[in-house]
């Protein structure tokens, strides 16, 4: 069965950090674009970062660049999202998806053209 699972949400404090954590099963993440996708309560999605496949090009949302960070481990078929700096607006759902687009439909707001999707981490910032 191919799924992604999210991991690593939770209450943190402003300033303070996270990693989220997407791992794979069913398939190998090698070769794919993988990107981070965030809904906040009465919010649209947003996506906030985008790691893309075979040459791992990273591509960040200017609300969270230079605070966040994406990374890939194919050993153990997992995406990280490091989170730091983090601040009461980064509070939301943070969902993984695989991105056939080379993470076009990622940071260009084209959700439906994501295929596999985790069912999401809550990430709450603050005091």
């Known amino acids: 069965q191919v799924q992604l699972v999210e991991s690593g949400g939770g209450l943190v404090q402003p300033g303070g950090s996270l990693r989220l954590s997407c791992a794979a099963s069913?398939?190998?993440?090698?070769?794919?674009?993988i990107g981070w996708v965030r809904q906040a309560p009465g919010k649209e999605r947003e996506g906030v970062s985008c790691?893309?496949?075979?040459?791992?090009?990273?591509y960040y949302a200017h609300s969270v660049k230079g605070r966040f960070t994406i990374s890939r481990d194919n050993a153990n078929n997992t995406v990280y999202l490091q989170m730091n700096s983090l601040k009461p607006e980064d509070t939301a759902v943070y969902y993984c998806a695989t991105d056939r687009s080379r993470c076009i439909a990622t940071m260009g707001d084209r959700y439906d053209y994501l295929e596999v999707w985790g069912q999401g981490t809550l990430v709450t910032v603050s005091s």
């Open positions: 069913g398939f190998t993440l090698d070769y794919y674009a």
């Open positions: 790691i893309s496949g075979s040459d791992d090009n990273k």
